[in-house]
């Protein structure tokens, strides 16, 4: 409840012109918490989607959920979806969020981390990004592929930000929000 408060916050502080919140719950429909937020809250069933538990296909409800609401919402090919992982938290002065506030004026089609949760990549675009926080056109986010089972979601995010023209991705090496992968034990990135 508090980071997706704090987001709520943070974007309407930003006053981001044509922004919608849409929190996603894919458990199915049911009463929750969320019902109490006062935005736009949308039920999948991809919670129940069978996945290898191998620890690659992390994500992959995610993915299907975005997709989910890109059709569902009639997202159009030029606008920007922003994700992030309702159980992180978002810094006061999160670089992603400064970034955000002036995206019709840089024209970025992306905005992105590239390398492991545990350590932002040395140089440019690579095979691999963070997806607990990430921003990308519409266009780009239909081009991600399901993953294999042998294959993390984060590859196949960071691979259709590979077709983005240079001069539109954002790339940070730090995003501003902490995070807990697989456990409750949160850090920045």
């Known amino acids: 409840m508090n980071s997706i408060t704090k987001l709520q916050s943070r974007i309407r502080e930003l006053n981001i012109e044509n922004a919608k919140i849409v929190i996603v719950e894919n458990n199915g429909p049911r009463y929750t918490y969320l019902d109490e937020l006062r935005e736009e809250l949308f039920y999948t069933n991809n919670n129940m989607l069978p996945v290898c538990n191998n620890g690659y296909t992390r994500g992959y409800k995610e993915l299907h959920d975005v997709f989910d609401c890109i059709n569902k919402y009639n997202i159009q090919d030029t606008d920007l979806i922003v994700k992030i992982t309702g159980r992180y938290f978002l810094n006061d002065d999160s670089k992603f969020m400064n970034v955000l506030k002036n995206i ?86």
């Open 104 to 189: 019709h004026q840089t024209k970025y089609e992306c905005i992105i981390r590239y390398g492991s949760f545990l350590e932002p990549a040395k140089m440019g675009k690579m095979d691999d990004c963070i997806t607990g926080l990430i921003a990308m056109s519409c266009r780009y986010v239909k081009q991600i592929e399901q993953p294999n089972e042998w294959e993390c979601v984060e590859w196949k995010w960071a691979i259709a930000s590979k077709s983005i023209p240079d001069e539109k991705v954002c790339i940070l090496n730090e995003l501003g929000i902490n995070i807990c992968p697989g456990s409750n034990n949160y850090f920045l990135v």
